[in-house]
């Protein structure tokens, strides 16, 4: 058995890896026909992995995370409740958080991270006994220190090979944790996150495997391979290594696309053909593309995936994209960074400005019509119908 399978192998190891493959070397010789069960090859479940293959490598998946990460940076952040009157300072430190960066900019880094790992990190860098910064830390150099009851009582940040130990406060303690850690939920994790990205690896790997095919193709002219039938007796191993040599290089790549093959007597060409099915890459593209879309909440029209793209169409996706995805991205984590800076800035209630969303202008107007509309409502309850303090003594509002 075993002689029979190392001339099985040898036979094996004569065909050619790519490219047109050369049917036989001798009229007579047995052709072999080898199966294996093969397996998928799946790219790492780990978020450098991933972002390696995803963020830096497919185009799908970086605009839905730049779309994501920008837009909902960009929404502007407004003080409500009892506290509004004393937010200035907490706005302002949003608004410059450190001498490097601008509020947009800090947060756009943070949504960033929950979409390429599931969790994201805050330092608040105190001076004088007071938060004075605010930086984003990498995911990927933290590490928590669970306590007694395994929830996290430090978190170690590693970088340019020097750690820092941050220890949180006991519960109760009125005093600002010197970390902040957002998480998106996690069936399986209480303190991790699960990033949206690798609830799509499955579509990413197809993707960028339907990719790689087309490119292969147009390596080998855009047509699949053929076979060299020699008519003769044999080919001896000399004439078999230039005919390789000549068919890999003068007829393979984008540049030879459509030359014409040249063959010597006793050599004729059989096209092997690939079924339109086979061939149908675009579709399965289309279809991993939508697949990513919707693990990161973006409307497939707004990433110029095909679909009904009309003027109609687009305002309803954008509209959807600010309502399911981010808006609330925003809202959680203003409400997470004003509960985790309250020790020094007072209990402060932070929420997206929706009044000034372009998107949801159309459903502005909607409400303002019906509110004004609404004879048996006084104006003070029209006002907080639409999202504004109540009238004050006097007839001015606050």
Known sequence: MSTVLEKLARLARRAAPGGPVLATKAAASPAFALYAEGRASWTPRDPAALARVGYQGNPVVHRAIRLVAESAASLPLIAT??????????????????PRESGTHLLETVYADLLLTGTAYLEAVALDERVAALQALRPGRMRMLPGPDGWPAAYVYTAGGRSRRFDLPAPGTPAVAPIL??????????????????????????????????????????RPSGALVFAGSSLSEPQFERLKAELEANYQGAANAGRPLLLEGGLDWKPLALSPQDMDFV??????????????????????????ST??????????????????LAARTARALAGWLEPDFGPVDLEPDLDRIEAL?????????RVQ???????????????????RAGGVGG
């Open 81 to 98: 409740g009892p506290g509004a009157a004393r937010a200035a300072d907490l706005l302002a430190l949003l608004a410059r958080p450190n």
């Open 181 to 222: 850690a957002l998480a998106l939920f996690h069936p399986d994790d209480e303190t991790g996150g699960l990033a949206p990205i690798e609830a799509a690896a499955t579509a990413l790997d197809i993707h960028n495997a339907a990719s790689a095919w087309n490119k292969a193709l147009l390596d080998n002219a855009a």
């Open 283 to 308: 579709a399965a593209k289309n279809a991993a593309a939508r697949e990513i879309a919707l693990a990161f909440g973006v409307p497939p029209l707004l990433l110029g995936l095909p679909g009904d």
């Open 311 to 328: 003027h109609a169409n687009y305002a309803e996706a954008n509209r959807a994209l600010y309502r399911q995805t981010l808006i609330p």
């Open 361 to 369: 202008a159309g459903e502005r107007e909607s409400l303002w019509r």
């Open 373 to 391: 509309a609404a004879d048996f409502l006084t104006v003070s309850e029209k006002r907080e119908a639409v999202g504004y303090p109540p009238e």
